[in-house]
Structure formats: structure tokens, C-alpha cells
């Protein structure tokens, strides 16, 4: 809230959107944290470090790595599991 004092009344209000949709994609994970089985569910933690390393590359400006061409590999990592699992 400290932003909010010097910044204006706008940054509150980003922040209760921020709360709204954090929120909401919390609540999402967690219903479907039981539905998803565990090999799904590693690939796409796997897929979202790589992800993440990726964005800290480029917010050091080491390089600059093209994450939002990425994030298909969210789909695509549970269903190579579920290939590799139904050929092995």
C-alpha cells in the first residue's frame, strides 16, 4: 500500500485485479490438482521452470529468449508424457 500512497488510487485497484485473477487461477490449481495424475502434472512444472529461467535470462538481459513462443510446451509436455507413457 505504500505504492498506493505515492502512486495514486490506480494502484489499489490494479492490485485487487491482481488479487481477482491470482485468486481465481489458485482456486483452478487447486480443484484440478486431484484431477490431473502426477507425470502430467511434473512435465508442466518441468515446462514452467524452463519457462521461468527463461524470462529471468531475459530480464537480466543475458539473452534474450523468446518465452511467449514457449508456451505452447505446456499443452505439448503432458501429452509427450502420455505418448511416452502409452509407447513404453
Request: net charge neutral; aromatic share 4%.
Amino acid at each position: 500500500m505504500a505504492f498506493a500512497a505515492s502512486l495514486g488510487w490506480g494502484v489499489a485497484a490494479s492490485a485487487l485485479a491482481v488479487l481477482v485473477v491470482q485468486g481465481s487461477l489458485t482456486a483452478l490449481g487447486a480443484l484440478l490438482g486431484s484431477f490431473v495424475c502426477e507425470p502430467h502434472l511434473l512435465a508442466v512444472t518441468a515446462t514452467g521452470g524452463v519457462l521461468l529461467a527463461g524470462v529471468a535470462l531475459r530480464s537480466l538481459r543475458v539473452k534474450a529468449v523468446p518465452v511467449g513462443d514457449l508456451l505452447p510446451g505446456l499443452l505439448v509436455a503432458p501429452l509427450l508424457v502420455e505418448l511416452w507413457t502409452l509407447l513404453g
